[in-house]
């Protein structure tokens, strides 16, 4: 069954580095999606894109955050000068058909930032 | 702001049994989505209604909708150690792409 790839599956950073979280969302979906979920909380929202640009960012997607498909298979989160409050699971995601097959998650990149 | 709320939060029962969440929200969706999450893993989906379908099966799943009372069960029947982790549903709203997750309902299946 096809699947989302998250890069890496864990990472420490030093707080006001930058880090890229990579993503190979599956081939055929169009719609790709950032979520992060912040220890015990619940899943936020962070941005989607579409057409090679952004359709739709939270409140929580500030100058920080950037998002890029550099190819035809990639798609990245870039976070630049990174906080404490960084630290979370961030989770890529992509959809073909969204209203009838939902979306497909990726296992997720462990961020943190001490 | 949109967003399901589960209940309960949590629950335990013996393999074997059944297992009911539910997910109340506030105002009109699009469609409903239900995600299962294994401790410190990604999320899965599960299954998703419209707002206009009112039930649907998928193997041991049971969803349900009513859109009047603005809330959704999932039922797993049967349960399975296997079962264990993590139920979200997640709230799909017209003219915007995001989804909206509740804060899940932890379900811990005893063998």
């Known amino acids: 069954e096809p699947e989302v790839t998250q890069t890496p599956s864990h990472q420490v950073t030093q707080m006001g580095q930058e880090v890229i979280l990579r993503c190979v969302p599956i081939s055929n979906h169009l719609y790709f999606y950032w979520y992060r979920q912040i220890l015990g909380q619940k899943v936020e929202f962070l941005v989607s894109?579409?057409?090679?640009?952004?359709?739709?960012k939270s409140e929580i997607f500030d100058d920080q955050f950037s998002v890029e498909r550099p190819d035809g298979s990639n798609f990245t989160l870039k976070i630049r000068s990174t906080k404490l409050e960084d630290s979370a699971m961030y989770f890529c995601?992509?959809?073909?058909?969204?209203?009838?097959?939902?979306?497909?998650f990726g296992s997720g990149t462990r961020l943190t930032v001490v | 702001s949109q967003q399901g709320e589960e209940d309960p939060q949590a629950l335990s029962i013996q393999e074997g049994e059944n297992a009911t969440m539910n997910c109340s929200y506030k105002?009109?969706?699009?469609?409903l989505q239900w995600y299962r999450q294994n401790s410190g893993r990604g999320l899965v989906h599960l299954i998703l209604i419209r707002s206009n379908e009112r039930e649907k099966h998928s193997g041991r799943l049971r969803v349900t909708l009513d859109t009047s009372k603005k809330s959704s069960s999932l039922l797993i029947t049967a349960s399975r150690a296997a079962d264990t982790a993590s139920y979200f549903c997640?709230?799909?709203?017209?003219?915007?792409?995001?989804?909206?997750f509740g804060t899940g309902t932890r379900l811990t299946i005893i063998p």
């Open positions: 995601a992509s959809s073909g058909d969204r209203e009838i097959y939902g979306y497909t």
């Open positions: 894109f579409y057409n090679n640009e952004i359709s739709e």
């Open positions: 105002t009109s969706i699009n469609n």
């Open positions: 997640a709230l799909s709203n017209f003219g915007n792409e995001k989804l909206t």
